[in-house]
């Protein structure tokens, strides 16, 4: 409980220090802006994401996770993956730039990409501390350094009015956020030393999660490579705002379950007893509820909290935080189950879901986008969630953690407000291209 207390709060610091910088920097920048850094991010998260062999769930499940050889030998293995990616983006910049046909894109991807560096240097004190669920402290450091970035990225909004604000606010953040990390966290510091058995277990429970994650990148950023290359970068920037406000729960979920879950099906695996099963269903249904009752507030008032907000330029975004705060409706309901196959040790079933959810995501976003436009982008994100749920039922059933009564009960509520909200925005949902 104190965990799950330290990470909404720090979540809720988060993303009211996010909107607060919104409302300013779109007053400050053109949508264009958010749109090119829309597409930066597309290219920084999947070279993350497709590099990614889950050493940070290694350490929070291995029987070693306290060993300073293994911790050093995780630290060492992303310092080298953090200098490789920063290589990558350089190297992908001219030909991103010359795809998308916006040469700035050359300039500003290999800057950004210092972040990755950055990353790299990250100590495993952060996933020890998360191991334990030691979580207050790492929450003030996020909370702080990300103040620090948006600060700068307002300064320099107002000097520039670039771009640029945006880059170079994110880097700062990024720096502070590691300065932090390594002075303030209890632990060892680390150093650069290879163990071979170490590198075996992180290697062999990571190499699933490397194809894991390169499916994931599907699932969360299907849409916007989709859409990169049907909308304008003003129609981009505008789309990434509505997703901004309506992925709040989706992203709050997904802090709790990486942080929280893990831990929790490490402790009382659910086929054990019982009574492990009825304590997963009640930290389920606290879960579950709260997020879709965010969810569909955020989907009842959208229209109208876009146009108190934003400045006409961003009308559009009203409908679809709408329509997504709908559509991700399926995927709350079912976000806590498959970090039971990680918890277990098993990465390639938790591989093997992954790549089914990304294959449905980005065939049913390609065809929706295909036939109705960003309408039909936002419905089939909607349906890809629907579609994936029997394999992600079949995956907690493995491991008796399936549970259908709390799912019925969560998609009757989701239904009855989605209706409500379709209802009473009918008009500008109508309105999108």
């Given at each position: 409980?104190?965990?799950?207390?330290?990470?909404?709060?720090?979540?809720?610091?988060?993303?009211?220090?996010?909107?607060?910088?919104?409302?300013?920097?779109?007053?400050?920048?053109?949508?264009?802006?958010?749109?090119?850094?829309?597409?930066?991010?597309l290219l920084i998260m999947g070279l993350k994401l497709?590099?990614?062999?889950?050493?940070?769930?290694?350490?929070?499940?291995?029987?070693?996770?306290?060993?300073?050889?293994?911790?050093?030998?995780?630290?060492?293995?992303?310092?080298?993956?953090?200098?490789?990616?920063?290589?990558?983006?350089?190297?992908?910049?001219?030909?991103?730039?010359?795809?998308?046909?916006?040469?700035?894109?050359?300039?500003?991807?290999?800057?950004?990409?210092?972040?990755?560096?950055?990353?790299?240097?990250?100590?495993?004190?952060?996933?020890?501390?998360?191991?334990?669920?030691?979580?207050?402290?790492?929450?003030?450091?996020?909370?702080?350094?990300?103040?620090?970035?948006?600060?700068?990225?307002?300064?320099?909004?107002?000097?520039?009015?670039?771009?640029?604000?945006?880059?170079?606010?994110?880097?700062?953040?990024?720096?502070?956020?590691?300065?932090?990390?390594?002075?303030?966290?209890?632990?060892?510091?680390?150093?650069?030393?290879?163990?071979r058995s170490a590198v075996h277990e992180l290697v062999?429970?990571?190499?699933?999660?490397?194809?894991?994650?390169?499916?994931?990148?599907?699932?969360?950023?299907?849409?916007?490579?989709?859409?990169?290359?049907?909308?304008?970068?003003?129609?981009?920037?505008?789309?990434?705002?509505?997703?901004?406000?309506?992925?709040?729960?989706?992203?709050?979920?997904?802090?709790?379950?990486?942080?929280?879950?893990?831990?929790?099906?490490?402790?009382?695996?659910?086929?054990?007893?019982?009574?492990?099963?009825?304590?997963?269903?009640?930290?389920?249904?606290?879960?579950?509820?709260g997020l879709i009752a965010i969810g569909l507030f955020?989907?009842?008032?959208?229209?109208?909290?876009?146009?108190?907000?934003?400045?006409?330029?961003?009308?559009?975004?009203?409908?679809?935080?709408?329509?997504?705060?709908?559509?991700?409706?399926?995927?709350?309901?079912?976000?806590?189950?498959?970090?039971?196959?990680?918890?277990?040790?098993?990465?390639?079933?938790?591989?093997?879901?992954?790549?089914?959810?990304?294959?449905?995501?980005?065939?049913?976003?390609?065809?929706?986008?295909?036939?109705?436009?960003?309408?039909?982008?936002?419905?089939?994100?909607?349906?890809?969630?629907?579609?994936?749920?029997?394999?992600?039922?079949?995956?907690?059933?493995?491991?008796?953690?399936?549970?259908?009564?709390?799912?019925?009960?969560?998609?009757?509520?989701?239904?009855?407000?989605?209706?409500?909200?379709?209802?009473?925005?009918?008009?500008?949902?109508?309105?999108?291209?």
């Amino acid at each position: 409980m104190r965990g799950s207390l330290a990470t909404v709060l720090g979540f809720g610091g988060a993303q009211f220090l996010r909107l607060a910088s919104n409302l300013v920097l779109t007053r400050l920048l053109v949508p264009e802006a958010f749109g090119l850094m829309t597409l930066i991010t597309l290219l920084i998260m999947g070279l993350k994401l497709f590099s990614d062999i889950g050493i940070g769930q290694s350490i929070l499940r291995s029987p070693r996770g306290d060993d300073q050889l293994f911790l050093d030998t995780a630290w060492s293995l992303d310092l080298i993956r953090g200098a490789i990616l920063w290589v990558l983006a350089c190297v992908l910049a001219v030909p991103m730039a010359n795809f998308y046909d916006i040469p700035q894109l050359a300039q500003l991807v290999p800057v950004t990409a210092t972040v990755l560096l950055i990353g790299g240097l990250e100590p495993t004190r952060v996933d020890s501390a998360t191991r334990h669920l030691l979580l207050g402290r790492i929450t003030a450091f996020e909370l702080f350094s990300q103040f620090c970035g948006i600060i700068v990225m307002v300064a320099l909004a107002v000097l520039t009015r670039s771009v640029w604000a945006l880059v170079v606010g994110q880097i700062f953040a990024s720096a502070i956020r590691l300065t932090l990390m390594m002075r303030g966290l209890p632990g060892e510091p680390n150093r650069f030393r290879i163990d071979r058995s170490a590198v075996h277990e992180l290697v062999g429970f990571g190499a699933w999660i490397f194809v894991s994650t390169v499916a994931g990148y599907a699932v969360s950023q299907g849409d916007k490579l989709v859409l990169s290359k049907f909308l304008s970068l003003e129609m981009l920037g505008i789309y990434n705002i509505g997703y901004f406000l309506a992925a709040v729960p989706v992203m709050l979920g997904g802090t709790l379950v990486g942080r929280m879950m893990i831990p929790i099906y490490r402790e009382s695996p659910p086929a054990e007893s019982r009574e492990n099963f009825l304590r997963l269903r009640r930290f389920r249904f606290l879960l579950s509820g709260g997020l879709i009752a965010i969810g569909l507030f955020l989907a009842l008032i959208g229209t109208w909290l876009v146009d108190l907000l934003y400045d006409p330029r961003y009308e559009a975004a009203g409908a679809v935080l709408v329509l997504l705060a709908l559509a991700f409706m399926p995927q709350l309901i079912t976000q806590s189950y498959d970090q039971i196959a990680l918890a277990m040790g098993d990465s390639r079933i938790f591989c093997l879901v992954s790549i089914a959810r990304g294959v449905l995501m980005l065939a049913c976003v390609a065809v929706g986008a295909a036939l109705l436009g960003l309408t039909g982008a936002i419905l089939g994100q909607a349906v890809a969630y629907l579609l994936s749920y029997p394999i992600i039922a079949w995956l907690a059933r493995r491991y008796d953690a399936w549970d259908g009564a709390h799912d019925a009960v969560m998609a009757a509520v989701a239904a009855v407000g989605a209706a409500l909200a379709l209802w009473l925005h009918a008009n500008a949902i109508a309105a999108l291209p």
